[in-house]
């Protein structure tokens, strides 16, 4: 069994094999440590698309410590994990595409928040995401296509 690497191309592979929802699943479920999230998945149909390269400014988080965080994290614990993503990206790790949810408009991001963080306080334009809807296929495609998409695959 190959090990795999949660890499931006690794994704795209899986993708261009009509796989990506698998490679999502296996990614929460193991390195990304969010199995809650990857269950909850499961409870209704998803349309995937990615991986494709976005502006940071064109999405948002839905975790971090204010107020506001649907999920609110202790500061404490937040700049820890900030601080050490900051790190692993100036040695050039690169890090998985942040999987992100197009609802109501907004491009919410379910996976990926202290990545993202991380990457914005580096000075990062752009990052890559994995979208997923509940709509259909050419809802998000057209949707992605005509607003966010920089790259798509």
Known sequence: MQLLTFSVEEAKNFSEQGCMEEWVHIFLKTVGENKEFSNGLKLERRYWLGPILISLNEINRCC??????????????????????????????????????????????????????????????????????????????????????????
């Open 64 to 153: 971090g410590p204010e107020g506001n965080m649907e999920y609110q994290v202790p500061n404490t614990e937040w700049e820890n994990q900030i601080k050490k993503f900051c790190e692993m990206l100036e040695k050039g790790w690169e890090c998985p595409p942040l999987i992100v949810q197009h609802q109501s408009g907004k491009l919410i991001i379910n996976d990926g928040n202290h990545r993202y963080e991380a990457m914005k306080r580096l000075g990062f334009k752009e990052c890559w995401v994995i979208l997923w809807d509940t709509k259909t296929p050419e809802y998000i495609n057209k949707y992605v296509n005509d607003s966010y998409c920089r790259k798509k695959v």
